[in-house]
């Protein structure tokens, strides 16, 4: 299984299934069955048996899934079962809603300082801000298993460079580039500006549809 | 054209070839192969030239794509040449980032409104912020293009029936949580949690080839 690689789409679809027997759990369902978490995701019932194949497959068929069972395979397989620290450079608009974003230390990641150009504020949401200068120390004395980047788009791809350097291992990018990181490192981007133009696209498709109804 | 399905896939990918040509486009490039496009995005020339074939081709085989030519077409293809009126519902982190980020107004995509249930502040970053109770009154004085729901999961899809029932055909979703919209409502989400999620399993993935070599 360590050595199979799973698609993108399939990585994809792991943390929907996840999202789903968390509500499940919540409401108090104890089986699921694929056809049930196939409607869920807007999949078919054989892609989400072919999914929980790539890793050995959890379930009895005809009894359907263990929610509780299922739920904690699948957290394992997405490494939530355990704690990280990470830092946010860039203390702006985004920066700042993050820092702010209580769930995330729920889920086990937990915001622990954000740095910036600029120090404003000591700390947003009781989280330390410190000066750019201060990261490599930091990092030596406290390290950093995931590293955001909130900075504007033209300083993104020499902060990235720098925290590698440092040894950071995982980034996740909010600024709209793409960022050339050595192999070992894991990186995953969120594209908000992307996001907006594809659904702009959909807008005008859908109202080309609309009127030639 | 105009009915032909688009997978998602390359709907994904055409904001990226925009983003692309933008850059290029600021560095004075006038040409560009699929070859070079096929490498900035991480697929084969011919994924390429076969996404451009959906919209009809645009360039002239063996001389290269002109970029100002190519992008102007893709701008049109995602909607991009026009102006697009937002509200935000939801005046905490994520709305108040969204609405101090500048970029959006410069793409077509102003962001007119906040509405919140209590309101704190009067304006964020010079946009104002209204009570949800003036919501239905301000769509159907002002018009809405797009609404970002940027509020807690709980309330997200009760919000998302009252836009749709006030005529809102477009969401902009930043809760997680799946919306069931009707067939002519153009929705998209931001799935942060998820996107988290998928970097842990990246992380956990890398660690496990690393340690093995």
Not at 68 to 93: D, P, R, S, V, W
Not at 117 to 135: A, F, N
């Amino acid at each position: 299984m360590g050595n199979k690689v799973i698609s993108e789409a399939v990585v994809k679809r792991l943390p929907r299934y996840y999202r789903y027997l968390e509500h499940l759990e919540q409401e108090g369902v104890m089986k699921v069955s694929s056809g049930k978490l196939a409607q869920l995701l807007g999949v078919t019932a054989s892609q989400v048996r072919q999914d929980f194949c790539n890793f050995g497959g959890f379930g009895q068929h005809g009894y359907g899934y263990d929610v509780a069972n299922l739920k904690k395979n699948l957290a394992e397989i997405l490494g939530l079962n355990k704690n990280y620290n990470m830092i946010i450079i860039g203390a702006g608009n985004i920066g700042r809603a993050l820092a702010g974003y209580k769930n995330f230390a729920g889920e086990g990641f937990h915001v622990c300082a954000l740095f910036d150009i600029e120090v404003r504020d000591k700390e947003i949401g009781g989280i330390p801000v410190y000066s750019m200068e201060k990261l490599a120390d930091y990092i030596k004395d406290k390290g950093c298993d995931i590293a955001v980047i909130a900075t504007q788009k033209g300083v993104a791809a020499d902060i990235a460079d720098r925290l590698v350097a440092l040894g950071v291992k995982s980034i996740w990018n909010f600024a709209p580039i793409d960022l050339d990181l050595p192999e070992d490192v894991a990186v995953e981007n969120i594209a908000m500006s992307e996001s907006l133009y594809v659904l702009s696209y959909r807008m005008k498709n859908k109202n080309n549809e609309n009127n030639s109804q």
